[in-house]
């Protein structure tokens, strides 16, 4: 379908995505997009990036883990390469944001943009369309619509949005000029129908929960089958999950404690306390992170209580946050949570990374967050299947502690 | 030589420390020329003082803010590398005394650079951080640059800036604009023998100054390097050789350089803007042998004795 406005045929059909986090080629700077000094190499990774994509291709960059762009980084890296984009120094190519957290950045980078007079497209974590670095509000609002709603019409514009016949008329063609949109005409009855030019819906699907979809298939492979392991003196698992072999990628342990700790934002916890293990500690700790809190953990001895590691303490009255790699059968999360107690804290919650008793383990009074649930397979002692076949029962793993429900 | 410092060290106050540290260097054939070079006069300095003791006495000492905290942590630091010695340091008896300094995080970089004599452990009450939001914190290289800001974007600092400012755009211009283009100035004016490093610290609550400030969030950017003038001289040099210091800070905070391309030189305006027009608040910057500050639209400024390096102490007010 031809467009009416102008010569414009930039229409992303082509459904070649890049996803990538832009804080990858950063090795130190790993939350935060404030570099000057290595601003010209960071830009000619993602043009080689981009240009590695066909015709028509999206390079999307991923900003889940981004706490902070600053003027600089805007400045050296990000408004040159959006520059060249737009101007088709690259291509029939586009670049666009995804889990943008308007939070963090509320009106800094909108402004820099303005004020270096590019745009860029983000979708916030709820996936709505947001287009950056436009001056003037009636054509933000107008490429917004029309990106929200994936098609709209100048006579829908015009209604929705209370301006004439001519302001829309002039925003649409400069919009069309300026690559954000595409024009049609409905051959059947001539109507002209308002595009964007970047598949959105595709984007929607392929890049984001990008994180996520990764972590799910990591943990897939981290599963165990056909074993038996004592859990507790009670429970024996005849499915593990060694989530420390995820948690071996620091970045992806970030980005997942990132998801969850997220959730508990407007709680604010002084303090993050888990178990002396390996894969909750590396969790947790990037969740205290995320927080800035302070990290605190605790070994759970046999008789289910949890003591305070040395030098470790908790403050009457502090905020906690209960945190953990993976709920099996509660028992660790219980101790913990009768040490905050005894330590007159107060709870904000729990959260984990995987829940694998398949929504058994509940903790009403709490709210309580995980990135994943399973159910693998937990038997009491009575009716393990692996018990009956005489398989060897391995219990060097300091997990949950029995509780019998 | 000793260096004794005021029972409250505040900004004026500090000066005169200043004054007295650069009496010293006075006291040797070499003297600072005006706009001369700051690598070329500690070339000069360094073969005179090197050995000799210059101690700290802040034995008197009984309050001192932020700013003067980071000061004399990187005049230690200075005066450790002029003189090839550890900078015997006579500190206030006990650790009441003391704790003002442990609040801001002072006595995790003395080591560094000083010694003392004075027992007792360093108070370390983790009381304050409900109030500090970031203690002395050292800047060596852009890599660090990065987890500073980070840390102003947790949820913990970001709460308590977006709360005291009831504004999370102006939580997010603290970190994005002020705090990430002074820092990253840093390790790009360092000195040529010496790896470029500074300090920042940030402070939320109840000012630590006897001044009648209202409450405010206060930040300060220390460094040693090679000053304002010499960094922007080496991009401009046609246009900065016939300016002084003063001019070129001055310049620097009003107007700007040339646009050659490199848009991030406009950073000193938009950190001096952004102070103004969003927050009004106030701002010093010291650097070499001058200094300019900002009081709500007013601009003052003037010589100041030689220190290498440039300084911000920044007040950004709000309302309770």
């Given at each position: ?332 999360i219980s101790a913990l949570l009768k040490l905050v107690l005894k330590e007159h804290a107060s709870i904000v919650g729990i959260c984990a990374a995987v829940d694998v008793s398949g929504g058994k383990v509940r903790f009403p009074e709490y709210k309580y967050e995980r990135i994943e649930s399973l159910q693998l397979g937990q038997y009491y002692v009575s009716s393990c299947p692996a018990c009956r076949e005489k398989l060897l029962l391995r219990s060097s793993i300091p997990v949950s502690r029995g509780m019998v429900r | 030589m000793e260096i004794r410092f005021p029972s409250e060290l505040s900004e004026g106050a500090f000066e005169e420390v200043l004054r007295q540290w650069t009496n010293i260097l006075m006291g040797t054939p070499a003297s600072y020329c005006a706009e001369e070079s700051v690598d070329s006069y500690l070339r000069r300095v360094k073969g005179i003082l090197d050995k000799d003791r210059i101690i700290f006495n802040l034995l008197d000492v009984r309050f001192a803010g932020l700013y003067e905290i980071a000061m004399t942590t990187i005049l230690g630091e200075f005066t450790y590398y002029l003189t090839g010695c550890r900078v015997p340091t006579v500190l206030p008896r006990n650790i009441l005394e003391r704790s003002f300094m442990s609040f801001f995080g002072f006595f995790a970089h003395f080591p560094s650079w000083g010694k003392t004599d004075s ?202």
């Open positions: 379908m031809a467009p009416v406005y102008g010569e414009n045929k930039n229409i992303n059909n082509d459904v070649s995505i890049s996803v990538i986090d832009p804080t990858d080629d950063l090795p130190n700077d790993y939350t935060t997009l404030v570099t000057r000094a290595e601003g010209e190499r960071i830009r000619q990774i993602w043009v080689s990036k981009l240009e590695a994509l066909p015709d028509g291709g999206t390079l999307v960059l991923d900003f889940s883990s981004v706490f902070a762009i600053d003027h600089s980084f805007v400045a050296e890296v990000l408004a040159p390469i959006l520059r060249e984009t737009a101007n088709g120094e690259h291509g029939n190519r586009w670049i666009v944001g995804i889990n943008f957290d308007q939070r963090r950045s509320p009106t800094i980078l909108n402004t820099d943009l303005i004020s270096m007079g590019v745009n860029l497209l983000v979708f916030d974590k709820t996936e709505n369309p947001l287009w950056l670095g436009i001056a003037d509000e009636a054509t933000q609002r107008v490429v917004n619509m029309v990106y929200a709603n994936n098609k709209e019409t100048p006579e829908h514009l015009q209604l929705l949005l209370s301006l004439d016949r001519k302001r829309i008329s002039s925003i649409i063609e400069e919009l069309v000029k300026s690559r954000h949109i595409v024009v049609e005409t409905t051959p059947d009855d001539g109507l002209k129908v308002i595009k964007p030019s970047i598949d959105s819906n595709t984007i929607r699907t392929k890049g984001m929960n990008n994180i996520l979809h990764e972590f799910r298939s990591r943990i897939r492979d981290a599963i165990e089958k056909g074993c038996h392991f004592e859990l507790s003196p009670d429970i024996h698992a005849t499915e593990y999950l060694h989530l420390i072999q995820v948690f071996t990628d620091a970045r992806l342990t970030a980005k997942v404690a990132y998801i969850v700790a997220e959730r508990f934002r407007k709680d604010n916890p002084d303090i993050v306390l888990t178990i002396t293990t390996p894969a909750a500690m590396a969790f947790s700790l990037c969740v205290a992170d995320y927080h800035g809190a302070s990290f605190i953990c605790a070994d759970i001895n046999d008789t289910g209580d949890a003591i305070l590691h040395p030098g470790m303490s908790i403050i009457r009255d502090s905020k906690v946050l209960l945190a953990i790699d993976v709920i099996a059968t509660g028992w660790d | 027992g007792g452990s360093m108070p370390n009450d983790p009381r304050w951080k409900s109030r500090m939001m970031l203690p002395l914190k050292r800047i060596a290289s852009s890599t660090h640059v990065g987890p500073v800001v980070h840390t102003l974007k947790t949820t913990r600092i970001s709460t308590i800036l977006s709360n005291v400012f009831h504004n999370e755009a102006k939580a997010a211009s603290l970190a994005e604009i002020i705090v990430s283009e002074l820092l990253q100035n840093i390790p790009e004016h360092s000195r040529r023998d010496v790896p470029g490093h500074g300090y920042c610290a940030i402070q939320v609550g109840k000012p630590t100054t006897p001044e009648p400030w209202r409450n405010a969030v206060e930040i300060t950017v220390v460094d040693s390097g090679i000053g304002i003038r010499e960094s922007v001289l080496s991009r401009y040099p046609e246009l900065v050789r016939s300016m002084t210091t003063q001019q070129c800070i001055k310049r620097g905070f009003e107007a700007g350089w040339p646009d050659d391309g490199d848009k991030h030189r406009g950073g000193l305006i938009l950190v001096a803007r952004t102070i103004r027009n969003e927050f009004r608040g106030d701002m010093e910057c010291r650097s070499v042998n001058a200094f300019i500050r900002t009081i709500g639209d007013s601009i003052i400024s003037g010589d100041r004795s030689f220190f290498p390096g440039t300084q911000y102490r920044i007040i950004l007010p709000y309302e309770v």
